[in-house]
């Protein structure tokens, strides 16, 4: 799966949201070993101390657990997870209505299209 840097944030910032969404969405399992610093700074084509610091604020959020014999490891806090799934899908869902707003639909309008969209 690959990083994309696309903005003027901090690129730590960057690579941590992309981390914890595919931390959320099962990419990396629950209680899985995670990958070294250097192998996703590498993939990610950065310096190992920035994937360091993206690595620092999940485990922050208590998505990631260090230990010190077998490296890092995905959280199986169900509820850590969940939190920060709907915590995601809120800002999605925010950001989708601010852009619709922008073109002139209501929030009702804006649920009709999704019923339209998931009945095709």
């Not at 003027?8 to 070993?33: C, F």
């Not at 800002?91 to 922008?102: C, I, P």
Request: glycine share 8%; charged share 25%.
């Amino acid at each position: 799966m690959d990083f994309h840097i696309r903005d003027a944030r901090p690129i730590w910032q960057q690579l941590s949201e992309q981390l914890k969404l595919r931390i959320v969405t099962g990419y990396y399992a629950p209680g899985s070993r995670f990958p070294a610093v250097r192998e996703l700074a590498a993939e990610a084509g950065v310096n190992p101390n920035t994937m360091q610091r993206s690595l620092t604020q999940l485990e922050s959020e208590g998505l990631l657990i260090t230990n010190r014999t077998v490296g890092r490891t995905v959280t199986t806090d169900e509820a850590t997870l969940n939190a920060i799934r709907s915590a995601l899908a809120r800002k999605e869902t925010g950001e989708y209505l601010e852009a619709m707003g922008r073109l002139g639909y209501s929030r009702k309008e804006c649920a009709e299209m999704i019923t339209e969209g998931e009945e095709q």
